[in-house]
């Protein structure tokens, strides 16, 4: 089983040699949470597509604003389960287990830096390239491991490697955070050749001997070494959970702020989280609260504090199965039965009438237009680097991209580094340029 006192460590990925322990107000937990808030990669997300189109004449979620949402709520959930599992377990008050509720907040920051631009159809975009557009003539090419990490593309492995790789002339550890943090965004902690059908994974081959000594410190249970495979640090689940709970509620109210939704539609889903006694009291709210968009948030905000509740029940009961990696499944999918209901009708009505949209499918349609052709320009340009237009768009890019690095795998990764990283504005604008759609002035 896995213990608390090795799977919360602020040693920091890259210094080890400098870990101290520090006594001061802001714990270290907090300072990987303000390195992120401070960090490039964090405010492009203001830019990048959550599900429906930016911008637009009503303000609907981007993945800044989910991500800080997702902090909030993985805070809450944090702080509720350390106090919960010091009741249980008192003698780990001199522990760092009180710091969950920081740990789990600045892992729920990060864990979209690695998405690329246009939301999950840009993930797609990238897999399908390679395992079924352009990118397929390199197979033969690449080791197996290399290959399936590029056909089964994953955001959150991305992330890690954003999180701990060091760039051309950026510092050793990447971001330098905390062991803890690192592996509480890890879902999927194994390699991509396990990934299966739904491409989930949690590290390239490039970042796997990082996984492997941050596992190592913190105590993770090793699955398996060939293919690499360990069961989930704890507080993933509280990430998981985090965003969960909040992509969820915030997609069905921004869907009916675009007017997809009726009020009546999303005034019910909400109220069938809860018993018919504390819906009639939540329905005499409105009598005060005339405001229909207030009148939602009301019933959305009831709901998260009610999943919040639950998913920390659901995870401090289950305790000794998670430290021991047999718990399956996602904290939400454990909650108490009417939640659980609830839940599955607002996913089930989220894919047919939110996911489904026109305007997200266009999106979808427009990212992987995008994002296609600049991987089929690029990955050309670092495989024929002498060639004339190849070297005017890697000059384009910045050094910290190594463009020209010796194998194909690493300058293929390079590419995926710099078209992840961009905003979808940033991409657009690449885009037309490259083909003629959109000059400098002169």
């Known amino acids: 089983?896995?213990?608390?006192?090795?799977?919360?460590?602020?040693?920091?990925?890259?210094?080890?040699?400098?870990?101290?322990?520090?006594?001061?107000?802001?714990?270290?937990?907090?300072?990987?949470?303000?390195?992120?808030?401070?960090?490039?990669?964090?405010?492009?997300?203001?830019?990048?597509?959550?599900?429906?189109?930016?911008?637009?004449?009503?303000?609907?979620?981007?993945?800044?604003?989910?991500?800080?949402?997702?902090?909030?709520?993985?805070?809450s959930l944090g702080n509720d389960c350390a106090k919960a599992l010091l009741e249980k377990h008192p003698d780990l008050k001199d522990s760092f287990l009180p710091e969950i509720g920081s740990i789990v907040?600045?892992?729920?920051?990060?864990?979209?830096?690695?998405?690329?631009p246009f939301g999950h159809s840009g993930e797609r975009a990238i897999s399908k390239y390679f395992e079924e557009g352009e990118g397929k003539k390199l197979k033969n090419e690449l080791t197996k491991n290399e290959w399936q990490d590029f056909i089964h593309f994953e955001g959150n492995a991305n992330a890690f490697r954003l999180l701990t790789h060091q760039f051309e002339g950026r510092r050793e550890g990447g971001f330098v955070l905390t062991y803890s943090t690192l592996a509480s965004i890890v879902k999927y902690p194994y390699s991509s050749s396990l990934a299966g059908g739904k491409s989930k994974f949690g590290f390239f081959t490039t970042e796997e001997d990082a996984f492997r000594k941050i596992a190592l410190e913190l105590g993770l249970k090793k699955i398996q070494d060939?293919?690499?495979?360990?069961v989930r640090h704890p507080l993933v689940y509280l990430v998981?959970?985090?965003?969960?709970?909040?992509?969820?509620?915030?997609?069905?109210e921004d869907a009916h702020k675009l007017k997809i939704l009726t009020t009546e539609e999303t005034?019910?889903?909400?109220?069938?989280?809860?018993?018919?006694?504390?819906?009639?009291?939540?329905?005499?709210?409105?009598?005060?609260?005339?405001?229909?968009?207030e009148q939602i948030a009301y019933l959305r905000s009831s709901v998260v504090g009610l999943l919040i509740q639950e998913c920390t029940r659901v995870f401090v009961e289950n305790e000794e199965k998670i430290l021991?990696?047999?718990?399956?499944?996602?904290?939400?999918?454990?909650?108490?039965?009417?939640?659980?209901?609830?839940?599955?009708?607002?996913?089930?009505?989220?894919?047919?009438k939110i996911y489904r949209a026109r305007d997200v499918l266009d999106i979808e349609l427009a990212g992987f237009r995008v994002i296609s052709t600049l991987l089929d320009l690029m990955v050309e340009a670092v495989q024929y680097p002498d060639k004339a237009y190849s070297r005017l768009l890697i000059d384009r890019v910045s050094d910290q991209y190594?463009?020209?690095?010796?194998?194909?795998?690493?300058?293929?990764?390079?590419?995926?580094?710099?078209?992840?990283?961009?905003?979808?504005?940033?991409?657009?604008?690449?885009?037309?340029?490259?083909?003629g759609n959109s000059l400098p002035a002169v």
Not at 39 to 44: G, L, M, V
Not at 325 to 339: T, W
Not at 408 to 424: K, P
């Open 1 to 75: 089983m896995m213990d608390w006192r090795t799977l919360i460590s602020a040693k920091r990925y890259g210094m080890e040699q400098f870990h101290q322990v520090r006594e001061e107000n802001r714990s270290e937990f907090q300072r990987d949470y303000d390195r992120l808030i401070f960090s490039a990669p964090f405010r492009r997300l203001q830019n990048k597509t959550q599900v429906f189109p930016l911008p637009g004449s009503v303000f609907v979620h981007n993945r800044l604003t989910h991500s800080l949402e997702v902090s909030c709520v993985g805070r």
């Open 324 to 352: 021991d990696g047999e718990f399956k499944g996602p904290l939400i999918k454990s909650v108490c039965d009417q939640a659980a209901v609830a839940y599955k009708t607002c996913s089930d009505l989220s894919f047919k």
């Open 402 to 435: 190594n463009l020209r690095a010796e194998g194909l795998y690493e300058r293929i990764q390079a590419v995926l580094d710099y078209i992840s990283g961009m905003t979808d504005i940033f991409a657009l604008d690449l885009y037309r340029k490259i083909n």
């Open 226 to 230: 060939s293919p690499l495979a360990y």
């Open 240 to 252: 998981e959970a985090a965003d969960d709970i909040c992509y969820q509620l915030m997609d069905i």
């Open 105 to 116: 907040s600045a892992a729920c920051l990060a864990h979209d830096l690695g998405n690329p």
């Open 267 to 293: 005034k019910e889903l909400f109220l069938n989280y809860f018993p018919e006694e504390r819906q009639e009291k939540m329905k005499r709210v409105f009598k005060y609260v005339r405001d229909v968009n």
